[in-house]
């Protein structure tokens, strides 16, 4: 089991940063691929951005390229998602997300086997 503990969000005006961290206990996570999603109201989970296990591979979707970046530092079995320039369309909840099987297809959530809670992103205009 891998439990997953998302923070840093909160209240920001557009053009603002927050930086988003993914706290893992349970089990290491350095061998697996890590993502972001977000799910605004009334809307799908979408995907944000992704992480390989060693850190290497890194996705994004289009809208958030050029201003937010993911990173990981496996020794603190911890994921981060700095968001810059941050416009009201991400306003969402984030949540991290573990994929353990290995098949990763990066913007798949079905592909993902752990979540965190999510951590709320609000930015204002």
């Known amino acids: 089991q891998v439990q997953l503990v998302e923070s840093g969000g909160g209240l920001v005006q557009a053009g603002g940063s927050l930086r988003l961290s993914c706290v893992a206990s349970?089990?290491?996570?350095?061998?697996?691929?890590m993502g972001w999603f977000r799910q605004a109201p009334g809307k799908e989970r979408e995907f944000a951005a992704a992480?390989?296990?060693?850190?290497?591979?890194?996705y994004y979707v289009d809208s958030v390229k050029g201003r937010f970046t993911i990173s990981r530092d496996n020794a603190k079995n911890t994921v981060y998602l700095q968001m810059n320039s941050l416009k009201p369309e991400d306003t969402a909840v984030y949540y991290c997300?573990?994929?353990?099987?290995?098949?990763?297809?990066?913007?798949?959530?079905?592909?993902?086997?752990?979540w965190g809670q999510g951590t709320q992103v609000t930015v204002s205009s």
């Open positions: 349970g089990r290491t996570i350095s061998s697996y691929n």
């Open positions: 992480i390989s296990w060693g850190g290497g591979i890194i």
């Open positions: 997300a573990a994929d353990l099987r290995g098949n990763w297809q990066y913007g798949d959530a079905t592909r993902y086997d752990y």
